[in-house]
T-cell receptor, first 117, second 114 residues
Framework: AAGVIQSPRHLIKEKRETATLKCYPI?????VYWYQQGPGQDPQFLIS???????DKGSIPDRFSAQQFSDYHSELNMSSLELGDSALYFC????????????????FGNGTRLTVT | GDSVTQMEGPVTLSEEAFLTINCTYT??????LFWYVQYPGEGLQLLLK?????DKGSNKGFEATYRKETTSFHLEKGSVQVSDSAVYFC?????????????FGTGTRLTIIP
């Protein structure tokens, strides 16, 4: 079965550079979530999109922005990178169920490991 | 706000031992509860879930029961295998309309010794 695809798998950037992470959800999944997992930490919710509109926002720095496109893929843009941004960034997707009051469980990609030097 | 408190690791067990990883939660409303597993270098995989009180989630020999009275969702397995070595995350989702974002516990690293 198709899974959530994230690219790139690994990314190395220098301080103050920018980075773009991409996420391709499972086909027919309309909701995308971004999580950040620091070394030895639990994943922290950053932001989510439903039908190309932002649906919720967590602890996402102002230096980061994200969007969901018409084909439902999503991109996380990170500017003015800091050493503390080094982490594993997960994308997850889900689908609205029935009348839309509930989502299916989240399916996670394998993540993008960002290293800022 | 919502929170998940999870048994700290690391946990090291011998093969075929009994496993319990404790998880308690704090939430308003009626959350859904999940256990996710993360193998080295991989993403989070849903292990099991329960959506209402007294539900039991089960998968691959693992079980967890949604206990509303004790706000707990402890993970158990009767006989662990080396292949169960991974990091296990307890999580909950609130029931905001159309949003199943997850709040995770801190994760428990499990190592099974042959």
């Amino acid at each position: 079965a198709a899974g959530v695809i994230q690219s790139p798998r690994h990314l190395i950037k220098e301080k103050r550079e920018t980075a773009t992470l991409k996420c391709y959800p499972i086909p027919r999944h309309d909701t995308v979530y971004w999580y950040q997992q620091g070394p030895g930490q639990d994943p922290q919710f950053l932001i989510s999109f439903y039908e190309k509109m932002q649906s919720d926002k967590g602890s996402i720095p102002d230096r980061f922005s994200a969007q969901q496109f018409s084909d439902y893929h999503s991109e996380l843009n990170m500017s003015s990178l800091e050493l503390g941004d080094s982490a594993l960034y997960f994308c997850a997707s889900s689908a609205r169920l029935g009348t839309g009051l509930m989502n299916s469980p989240l399916h996670f990609g394998n993540g993008t490991r960002l290293t800022v030097t | 706000g919502d929170s998940v408190t999870q048994m700290e690791g690391p946990v090291t067990l011998s093969e075929e031992a009994f496993l319990t990883i404790n998880c308690t939660y704090t939430a308003t409303g009626y959350p859904s509860l999940f256990w996710y597993v993360q193998y080295p270098g991989e993403g989070l995989q849903l292990l099991l879930k329960a959506t209402k009180a007294d539900d039991k989630g089960s998968n691959k020999g693992f079980e967890a029961t949604y206990r509303k009275e004790t706000t707990s969702f402890h993970l158990e397995k009767g006989s662990v295998q080396v292949s169960d070595s991974a990091v296990y995350f307890c999580a909950l989702s609130d029931r905001n309309f159309g949003n199943e974002k997850l709040t995770f516990g801190t994760g428990t690293r499990l190592t099974i010794i042959p």
